[in-house]
């Protein structure tokens, strides 16, 4: 057979069902192969797209996504994408065509090292050079992708490497492996810690979405009566409706979880990735802070924890649950007091009549609208502040936002993969104007696909969330503006439904009747980012001060 087939038949065992990707001449000899194999492949209109879906679809399966790509201004345009996955803990695989590596005939014509591109921004990286070697390669790019931490992966096939004959070759089996258990003495320093503590609180990271872990932490919680809050990438590991949920750190200061962290002496400190924009600052000697994830904790200025319990996430939470019991010194009056007095703050807005809409009215209504397995895949800007803080999440991986690389543009194609993934579901994408167009072309996809899946345009003419930077750095509103096509015309153009709110009243509607129709819908709606800076800057902080 052909090496191409050979790849394909490794990938197959590998478990792929679909790759994502942009294909050129260069793959041409994987491309045939893939036609005769189980494997969908998925063309995208820019392979930076493809490498989101593929990346979404590792984050909610747990198994690489794979993305596919030629070589030069294919392999370059995946590189968001690497980073989105690599920062992000997204278990995803590249594969990039390349000119043959034995003679060509075109120069430097497209030329990019690709693999010494790719080494900064994956786990492992390598051009194949050898047909006899690729089941042991695409193993290994698999191992690598998907054990803790995950992240992204690449395999360069060049044209020649692809085109050669070759064995039957031995696919190697993909095994199993179980995750490390946490050392012994560990698991004791961090539970007395914990039973001495007057006031401990939990706080619920990137790393702890995942399954058996969002099973564990609520028995933790239900057990030892332990108030808990988020990350913006931690949230709804458990039912953000719990009554001991305090909020979710989308600031990081100044907010009512901050009056409830200041207080603490002991923080358990489950799955947090320092890659996420710090939810509180740590400072020498005000506290201690207990680390407990699948690897030791990368120090920095605002994080370095005095205790570390390295191992399975889940089997740590669960031993340590076995060893705790409630202890009748543990205080967690003040914390009912901010809890109560966010749940407050919550509430304001969230029948705001004006228009364009309030975002707490966005979000109350998106809230009100969607069921608890419900998916929204956020493209990043201003509105995924109000989403993360005011959105409760009911399930883990319901609320899929980027707070690592926090790129634009991943919006609309990380929701094309999530409905993908969970075809039952109801999935919402939320962009705003400014992220939307940076893969607007991804439309086509989606209609082709035949996807049921609506996407809501937060639209306000402008770069938001950097305006609202410059008005709480003092600076003139200067250079953020811009115009745009009409929303619901574009989302025509490309066979899907489009809508344009005229009042706050219509958008709930609106959006109930998008999903009973089907297809693919754009709700082209006005938002109104005037109180940015008043609610976020000023009254958070004066209302969570006087608790």
Request: overall charge negative.
């Amino acid at each position: 057979m052909k090496a191409a087939a050979l790849f394909v038949r490794a990938l197959e065992a590998e478990g792929v069902h679909c790759i994502f990707g942009v294909p050129g001449e260069e793959n041409l000899d994987l491309v045939e192969a893939l036609r005769e194999s189980s494997i969908r492949l998925i063309v995208t209109r820019h392979e930076q797209a493809a490498g989101f879906m593929a990346a979404t679809w590792g984050r909610l399966t747990g198994e690489a996504g794979v993305a596919l790509a030629t070589l030069g201004p294919g392999a370059t345009n995946l590189v968001t994408a690497a980073a989105y996955a690599q920062l992000g803990a997204m278990p995803m695989l590249m594969i990039t065509g390349q000119k043959p590596i034995r003679t060509h005939k075109q120069g430097l014509f497209q030329l990019v090292d690709v693999v010494d591109m790719m080494q900064p921004l994956t786990k492992y990286t390598r051009q194949l050079v050898s047909a006899p070697t690729i089941p042991a390669r695409v193993r290994e790019a698999f191992r690598r992708a998907e054990e803790e931490r995950p992240g992204a992966v690449h395999l360069e096939l060049p044209e020649d490497i692809a085109r050669d004959d070759v064995e039957d070759a031995i696919l190697l089996p993909t095994g199993y492996a179980r995750r490390p258990s946490p050392d012994d003495a560990a698991l004791v320093q961090a539970a007395e810690a914990i039973s001495k503590a007057c006031k401990p609180i939990l706080m619920i990271g990137a790393a702890a979405n995942r399954q058996r872990t969002a099973v564990a932490l609520r028995a933790f919680i239900d057990k030892l009566g332990v108030p808990f809050f988020t990350t913006q990438m931690g949230k709804g590991v458990v039912d953000e409706d719990h009554p001991l949920w305090l909020g979710n750190a989308a600031l990081s200061d100044g907010d009512f979880v901050h009056r409830a962290i200041d207080a603490a002496d002991v923080i358990i400190n489950v799955g947090h990735d320092v890659v996420e924009k710090p939810p509180f600052f740590m400072q020498k000697g005000r506290r201690t802070v207990i680390h407990i994830n699948f690897a030791s904790a990368e120090v920095d200025t605002v994080y370095f924890p005095q205790i570390e319990v390295v191992g399975d996430i889940a089997h740590t939470v669960e031993r340590l649950a076995d060893a705790l019991e409630p202890q009748p010194h543990w205080d967690f009056a003040g914390f009912d007091k901010v809890r109560q007095a966010f749940h407050t703050q919550l509430k304001e807005h969230a029948d705001d009549a004006r228009f364009p809409m309030h975002p707490v009215r966005i979000v109350a209504d998106t809230r009100r609208f969607m069921p608890d397995d419900g998916v929204l895949c956020l493209d990043n800007g201003m509105y995924k502040l109000w989403y993360a803080r005011y959105y409760r999440a009911r399930q883990p991986n319901t609320v899929l936002l980027d707070n690592a690389l926090a790129t634009m543009g991943a919006g609309l194609p990380s929701a094309m993969a999530a409905k993908m993934v969970h075809p039952e579901r109801k999935v919402l994408a939320i962009c705003g104007d400014g992220g939307f167009m940076m893969n607007a072309q991804e439309l086509e996809t989606a209609v082709r696909l035949k996807l049921d899946l609506v996407i809501l345009l937060l639209r306000d003419d402008a770069y938001g969330m950097i305006r609202w930077k410059q008005a709480e750095m003092g600076y003139a509103d200067y250079g953020m503006q811009f115009g745009n096509p009409d929303f619901v015309l574009f989302a025509e153009a490309h066979g899907a439904h489009g809508h344009r709110p005229a009042s706050a009243d219509e958008f709930l509607p609106n959006l109930q009747r998008a999903y009973a129709q089907g297809g693919v819908h754009l709700i082209d709606l006005a938002i109104d980012y005037s109180d940015n800076h008043r609610i976020l800057d000023e009254d958070i902080r004066r209302l969570s001060a006087a608790v």
